[in-house]
């Protein structure tokens, strides 16, 4: 069953328990003086029985109002927030920490009556469930709950407390004594809603905070968050010859899979770094990971719904399988976002002519930005110059094999060209590092999804496979320092929920594995005299026509096969500085070659006035087109208009007062 349909019944459900949901108006102090109001017999301090759906597993079956916070009895507490926030809690946290949150909450709403006296909770119980359940809050932007204040409605061991959580302890501590094995992950293979998605990748990033954040690079057509979640030893920060890659999924809103494992992954990888998997954690340690689990959350809307009809017995069962290859294809523009990007492999075949010409960072035609160019396209475009990534991989799905660039056939007449770039052997084997860890898709014998590519092992050059105009993969290539491959997932585009953990076993070493071979080649420092790095030198190797720039401290990181190569390093004032190396094929980390270069006067290049358009690499969006993707939307004075998290709703529908006490400062 997919989770699309787990919000609109939550909502059905939250109606029925917020009918009513402004609390009666209570007796204040200074009216009760006044003679006012009183407080009714029934409801003086009392003890009563549980009468609280929600709390009836609580350890006690007597319960006293008012309760702890001042309901004064059975319908104040129903028809209060807090109450609705406990009913709740279990699908807005998916699952985490709901247990000891709820026992938490309903002993302060309906605190144990002993001997005709109220039992108050323990501070330390309090205590403790905070400390492990914070960052469930945090990764949903929701503020800690006011009646789970620990100091105010929570007591210590010596004024006479009780713990609200031993039964659960003690369930628990049975279940962990049925395990013999190590400790290991636990992750929930599902569908995730977009708001699901977003809510879980939060709850990872706060749950490893010391390692990873979250960070949109922009929004949708439909105003939906392109949200990342990076990891690193140093979240945040661009470290010195710490190489960053990135993985990106659902491009196309109708191929699921890649947008699930990468989920999953995330998960993996806060999990078992905190569980002390020394793989996991040199990796972290040593790299920099960005995770964009959905470039189309719009698109993945539409085929969602789409899919969820196969539960209709009317529908003709062949038509969501069939539609899935279609629908929620595009963005909501009606964009492919992999056609959108600038078609700069036909600028790379044209200039082949020209004696000096590299194929990298090529410049974006001006013409381009007059075209319709999608927000998500325009977003990753500016995360890609604005990161130095070196490798990165796109998941999609309808095939099942690793496809790298060029994209575009160097004829445009043929479809199905070979058209290898200048690094084709670099490309064959990352093409080659994921499909071999992969043990269906590297095999010549799978029955593939029509396609027929004897002996290819699962990989294939992209315009061989078929041609494309606007490609991502091509332009992470040649306009930046990143390479990039498209992962096909397999002939299925939207699997059911029961294959999503035979996928993720499927696929999980091959998404480790390709991760770590961004340290494959080499890295270094171009220095200058006086030690300091120079940003933008190139980094050159002999026969290969495609150079990489050093980023904002000197540092640069370039892929390359074993053997041996010779390297140049140049920047415009600097002197050249030759060097050859040789890579062992025994090799698995980085070699490591600094440059140091000097200064020298400066005379520009002959060579260089061949090549029209060099000097206009860095305009990007030149006539502001697009600059309204990134500005945060503003009300009607001019103020920046603050948007209220997306559970919001789930205490605003029955049009009563909600409570602001949950919106975070």
Known sequence: ????????????????????????RRCEPEDEALGGCRIPNEEDPACTDMVL?????????????????????RMEVEMGAEYLLLSVLHGLLNGECSEELRLLGCSVLAPRCHAGHMLKPCRSSCEAVRRGCSHAFEGIDMAWPYFLDCDRFF???????????????????ITFANFTDEPSTIIQFTYHSNAQMWSTLKRTAAKCSHISRTYSIGRSVDGKDLLVIEFSDNPGQHELLEPEMKYV?????????????????????CSEYLLGNERIQKLINTTRIHILPSMNPDGYELAAAE?????????NQEGPIFNGWTNGRRNAQ??????????????????RRYRRFRVDHIPIPDSYWFGKVA??????MKWIRSIPFVLSASLHGGELLVSYPYDFSKHPHEEKMLSPTPDDQVFKQLARIYADAHAEMASNNTNRCGGSYTNKRGIINGAEWYSIAGGMADFNYLHSNCFEVTVELGCDKFPSEEQLYPEWKRNKESLLSYMEAVHRGIKGIVRDEH?????????SVKGIRHDITTAEDGDYWRLLTPGAHILTATASGYSKVVKRINLPRTMTRAGRVDFLLKKVPYTPDEDDLYIPGLETYERFDPYNQFESYTQSELGENGEERLEKPWWWAYFTQSGNSAPTWLLRN
Not at 249 to 269: D, K, P
Not at 334 to 351: E, G, H, K, Q, V
Request: hydrophobic share 35%; net charge negative.
């Open 1 to 24: 069953m997919h989770k699309e349909h787990t919000m609109p019944s939550m909502f059905i459900l939250i109606s029925i328990l917020a009918t009513g949901f402004g609390a009666p």
């Open 53 to 73: 759906a929600y709390c009836q597993d609580v350890p006690y079956s007597h319960i006293m109002f008012p309760n702890i916070i001042g309901h004064r009895n």
């Open 155 to 173: 007591v210590s061991n010596q004024e006479g407390c009780y713990d609200p959580l031993s039964e659960f302890k003690a369930r628990q501590e």
């Open 249 to 269: 999924g659902n491009m196309h809103g109708n191929e699921v899979l890649g947008r699930q494992l990468l989920i999953y992954l995330a998960e993996y990888l």
């Open 307 to 315: 899919v969820a009809d196969r539960s209709d017995p009317e529908f």
């Open 334 to 351: 009606n964009i492919d976002l992999n056609r959108n990007f600038p078609a700069l492999t036909s600028i790379a075949y044209s200039r």
């Open 375 to 380: 927000p998500e396209t325009y977003a990753v």
């Open 531 to 539: 030690g300091n790095g120079i940003e933008g030198a190139t980094i």
